[in-house]
């Protein structure tokens, strides 16, 4: 039986996989496929996102750690993680 943490890290992979596969690179995601992601699974982006439009660009630029204009899991694990200290 895996304990519930191990099973939100497994269903973390999955949502990340589930946007990441959809252009490119299939383990990345692009700033579409980050945008999607941040309109369907944090209900907040949207409402913060209305009054910034470039939201988008700022987050990527944020989490984009190695600059190459995709977001890996490493880099999407530093914002799940940051935004989890923050509730
Ligand atoms: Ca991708
Ligand atoms: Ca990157």
Do not use: W
């Not at 252009?23 to 999607?36: P, S």
């Not at 630029?61 to 923050?86: C, G, P, R, S």
């Amino acid at each position: 039986m895996p304990t519930q943490l191990e099973l939100v890290m497994n269903l973390m992979i999955r949502i990340f996989h589930q946007y990441s596969c959809k252009e490119g690179d299939r383990f990345k995601l692009d700033k579409g496929e980050l945008k999607m992601l941040l309109q369907r699974e944090l209900a907040i982006f949207l409402s913060c996102a209305k009054k910034t439009p470039q939201l988008v660009d700022t987050i990527m630029q944020d989490l984009d750690a190695n600059k190459d204009n995709e977001v890996d899991f490493n880099e999407f694990v530093v914002m799940v993680a940051a935004l989890t200290v923050a509730l």
